[in-house]
């Protein structure tokens, strides 16, 4: 199996971004034990926000690895490769900061972040769908 330069960088860059999450599952460790002041809101939250980033981020890798089946134009190719990683970032990101501050309430204005980013997840799962279904048809075309 060979697999794209492109699909091969953002494999790599999405790997290394794995070990951001494994540092937040030690900081939700802390928090857990008390070692670290978070409300209900902010615990609740910044599980959320670690819980998308790592799952999203296995499923962007799952995607790299189907990309080379996608029958997509350039720019939807490209599109369903970074969706995904794109929404891993906006999600979390929405989640966290959202609750920043000593003891918030309820999320702030942020928290459009998080719906951004579900557009955009749903959009690159979406695109990505449609290609490979596509290039599957195109294959069965061809025998």
């Not at 799952?55 to 089946?69: C, D, H, R, T, Y």
């Not at 599109?79 to 979390?92: C, E, K, N, S």
């Not at 989640?95 to 972040?113: A, C």
């Amino acid at each position: 199996m060979t697999i794209a330069p492109e699909s091969a960088l953002i494999a790599g860059i999405l790997l290394l971004s794995l070990i951001t999450v494994e540092s937040g599952g030690w900081l939700m460790t802390r928090i857990l034990r008390g070692r670290v002041s978070a409300n209900r809101l902010q615990t609740t939250m910044y599980r959320a926000g670690h819980a998308h980033a790592g799952v999203l981020l296995v499923l962007s890798l799952a995607i790299l690895a189907l990309s080379g089946a996608m029958a997509l134009p350039p720019v939807l190719l490209w599109f369903a490769r970074v969706g995904v990683p794109i929404a891993a970032i906006l999600m979390p990101a929405g989640f966290f900061l959202s609750v920043t501050g000593r003891n918030p309430q309820e999320p702030n204005r942020l928290m459009v972040l998080v719906w951004i980013g579900a557009t955009v997840l749903a959009l690159a799962l979406l695109t990505g769908g449609v290609g490979l279904v596509a290039g599957a048809v195109n294959g069965f075309a061809g025998r």
